[in-house]
């Protein structure tokens, strides 16, 4: 029915041309902000309208923190409090601190004034920083106290993060409350200065507020979207996605975290400025828990994630409370009287209103999940022809694939394991293991499930910090370093039970994949200079040409979201955002697990394929007639042991891996080839 009534409304702007639709909205509405306190002069819905746009600076910043990066934080309104009490303490009589000529530069630079005491003859100073200047410094100090409290807490998850920021939202409030003497505690700053433009002072006069917050959510919208569309909104969504495949593709978790915390804490801070400034007046009350709660609200109305979303959900929630309910509440007592009902003449909503939040809450759970405004975007499907395409594989003449795998200097060793041993308490995951790869060739790792397969690649890209013995990477020991590292030094993997990032598209994957190679930083994210769109435009070049590795599999598919793809083009997924990251070696950890037969042989061809180019490639795998095809040496691990080593043909005639493998006694299998060993001949490729 939904979907039936936006038809209907759609149906005009039918005929509006694509590329002019968004540029025209956008004006419309640029225009009818700039005409509303013109057109309607009640100084009283301007002011609630200024109000409205306070709080969606306040929830786009939480959305950076929640919506991008995925860490719920339920004590927002703490850093909202830091600007605030920042701003109104610098502007206001609150300190008079004696004057001296330690004061002297301050007061050239028109931070303070000198003040004839109240009592005594003495001078006192009296800060006056100008609200403009506050904005951009008090933005920066709540950032700062974003990182001092994101540095420790950002380890914690879901429900224990938002329990630890929970606390941290309470305890500024009490503090404000407690340090009288730096916050007239619970009586509230006074005598906070109101804005002055070219001399003149904004007052208590609504107009020129609204027009300021109008401008502070224009421009945070546009910087949400900036970085949302960017290196650094990937590597957010990447956190918040999947947060270990995150770290394995390159991201820096803590930095990114606390960089999602920073940004969110400094857009709050601001919006503290702002609203200490056009109240002048600021009390502990003003930034309790109900304030944190209620821009989360905002968030999940307008739709997580989603920058317009989260605007409109502000607007309307908080012009709900402090615009319409009252004058609803004045029609109903109206209709109350007309109707003699003495219920309906008394009734008054405004007190109920987180009674009326919690309602729309759920009923917002109930029937529109994602938000008003969903942050994901409709999926174009495939049309019939593409879903019947004639399946063309990757061919090895098709790729471009320039500069993968490096140079390939053979006898070099590209990865070289020595002595590794990992223990989960008693239990010896790897004892003792010597593996090596050598630059260029393919090695294989078999052994029955439990064996420590994927604990080895585990250690190898940092996953796990239990290790010991050594793990060299063109000679440079790697052990211990942090999986992004050891990505960035051209270690890519896939894993045994996928770890894509499923609500992001095929190519935002590729793109995370790259996040290692690529320079983006947040001013380049927010300015967009000609080198970051160039970049940007070639990271989707390089997704593009290692998407070709699997024919038409994923290029008719690149806009697509992950979650929605079959588990074979998953797992093709999973290896082209490894290979996103330009590797020197590339690690399979059964990579062919799912597939069908043909399926499987269609991708031991591409493996090859991309070994002919150069990669160099460690693989897990169980299926031993790809191994056969594959691998130049074998690994065979059991219990944590390599029990035989060499070339495929000489472990498939080990009696110890046929034991292992098979449970049986090698006497016995000596007569027959085992059944899942028979080999399968592959085509062979070209070149
Ligand atoms: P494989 O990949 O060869 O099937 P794994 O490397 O996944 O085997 O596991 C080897 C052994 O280590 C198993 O017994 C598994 O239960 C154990 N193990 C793996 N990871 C952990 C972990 N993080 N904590 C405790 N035990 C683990
Ligand atoms: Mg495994």
Redesign the pocket.
């Known amino acids: 029915m939904t979907n039936g009534v936006t038809a209907t409304l759609a149906r005009p702007f039918e005929h509006i041309p694509d590329a002019w639709r968004q540029p025209l909205g956008l004006t419309l509405l640029i225009a009818a902000a700039v005409l509303f306190p013109l057109v309607h002069t009640n100084d009283a819905d301007i002011d609630s309208m200024a109000n409205a746009a306070a709080y969606a600076v306040l929830a786009l910043g939480l959305n950076i923190v929640v919506g991008f990066a995925g860490l719920l934080d339920l004590g927002y309104a703490a850093f909202f409090a830091i600007g605030a009490y920042t701003y109104g303490i610098l502007s206001s009589f609150q300190l008079q601190p004696e004057w001296s000529s330690f004061w002297e530069p301050f007061r050239i630079l028109g931070l303070v004034h000198k003040m004839a005491a109240d009592t005594g003859d003495g001078s006192v100073v009296r800060f006056t920083l100008s609200f403009w200047l506050a904005l951009p410094l008090c933005a920066g100090f709540a950032a700062f106290w974003g990182v001092m409290f994101g540095a420790p807490t950002l380890r914690l998850r879901g429900d224990y993060l938002a329990i630890v920021t929970l606390g941290f939202g309470e305890i500024v409030p009490i503090v404000v409350r407690n340090w009288s003497d730096l916050t007239n505690g619970a009586a509230g700053l006074n005598g906070v200065s109101a804005p002055k433009l070219f001399g003149w002072s904004f007052g208590v006069n609504s107009t020129p507020y609204y027009y300021v917050a109008i401008a502070l959510v224009a421009l945070l919208i546009f910087i949400s979207i900036r970085l949302r569309d960017s290196r650094i909104g990937r590597a957010w969504m990447a956190i918040r996605e999947d947060e270990i495949a995150a770290g394995a593709m390159g991201v820096n978790r803590t930095k990114f975290k606390l960089l999602a915390f920073a940004i969110g804490a400094a857009f709050g801070g601001m919006t503290g400025v702002f609203y200490v400034a056009k109240l002048q007046t600021a009390t502990p009350e003003m930034f309790g828990f109900p304030v944190s709660v209620m821009i989360l609200v905002m968030i999940v109305f307008g739709g997580i994630g989603s920058v317009w979303g989260v605007v409109l959900g502000a607007f309307i929630l908080q012009l709900l409370q402090s615009w319409w309910l009252e004058d609803l509440t004045g029609w109903l007592n109206v209709l109350g009287r007309a109707v003699h009902s003495d219920w309906l003449a008394h009734i008054d909503l405004v007190p109920s209103i987180e009674l009326i939040f919690g309602f729309i809450l759920v009923g917002m759970m109930l029937f529109r999940r994602q938000g008003l405004i969903p942050a994901t975007r409709p999926q174009t499907a495939l049309s019939f022809d593409q879903q019947h395409a004639e399946i063309r594989r990757g061919g090895f003449n098709d790729l471009k694939l320039q500069g993968l795998g490096g140079d390939v200097r053979t006898g070099a060793l590209a990865l070289e394991i020595k002595g590794v041993t990992v223990k989960?308490g008693g239990?010896t995951?790897l004892n003792n293991v010597d593996l090596v790869v050598p630059n260029g060739g393919v090695v294989a790792v078999i052994?029955p499930?439990?064996?420590?397969?994927?604990?080895?690649f585990n250690l190898v890209t940092g996953l796990l910090d239990v290790g010991d013995g050594s793990i060299r990477f063109h000679g440079e020991e790697i052990l211990g370093l942090p999986p992004h590292e050891i990505l960035t030094k051209g270690i890519a993997r896939t894993f045994?039970n996928l770890r894509l990032f499923p609500n992001l598209t095929v190519m935002e994957n590729a793109l995370i994949g790259q996040h290692a190679r690529l320079t983006t930083g947040v001013l380049q994210a927010i300015l967009r200079p000609p080198s970051t769109r160039a970049e940007e435009a070639a990271a989707r070049v390089w997704a593009m040409e290692v998407f070709a590795i699997f024919g038409n599999r994923l290029t008719p598919r690149v806009g697509q979201m992950v979650a929605g793809l079959s588990y074979a083009n998953r797992r093709r997924i999973e290896i082209a955002r490894a290979l996103a990251s330009r590797p020197r070696i590339l690690l399979l950890d059964e990579p062919t697990a799912g597939m069908n037969p043909a399926e499987t042989l269609e991708l031991a061809e591409q493996i090859k394929s991309l070994n002919m180019l150069g990669l160099t490639v460690l693989l897990?795998e169980h299926k031993l007639d790809v191994v056969t095809t594959l691998a130049d040496t074998v690994y065979v691990?059991d219990h944590g042991e390599v029990i035989a080593q060499g070339t495929p043909a000489e472990v498939r005639r080990d009696e110890e891996v046929l034991r292992a493998y098979l449970g049986r006694n090698a006497q016995a299998a000596a007569g027959m080839a085992p059944a899942g060993m028979a080999s399968v001949p592959l085509p062979t490729l070209g070149q």
């Open positions: 989960f239990l995951a052994g499930n439990g064996s420590g397969k994927s604990t080895l045994q897990i691990l």
